[in-house]
């Protein structure tokens, strides 16, 4: 008779991971959709820097002419 007693000792022991596994999963998705540990800090963050003055370019100079084209007869 001792042998045909065994009667649900491994669905215990599957229950109980199946169970902390289900606490984990809650708590993690708490944690997820309240923010959790994040705390929202207000930054400002102020960058100003001025550009240098450069000195004007110079002038690029007038394109030389192009030569005349030969007249026709001559």
Do not use: C
Request: aromatic share 6%; net charge positive.
């Amino acid at each position: 008779m001792a042998e045909g007693s065994n009667t649900g000792g491994g669905n215990a022991g599957m229950a109980f991971i199946v169970g902390a596994l289900v606490v984990v999963v809650a708590v993690l998705a708490f944690l997820m959709f309240s923010g959790g540990f994040t705390q929202k800090k207000k930054v400002d963050v102020d960058i100003s820097a001025s550009a240098p003055q450069l000195p004007a370019a110079p002038k690029v100079p007038d394109a030389p002419k192009p030569p005349s084209a030969p007249q026709p007869g001559g």
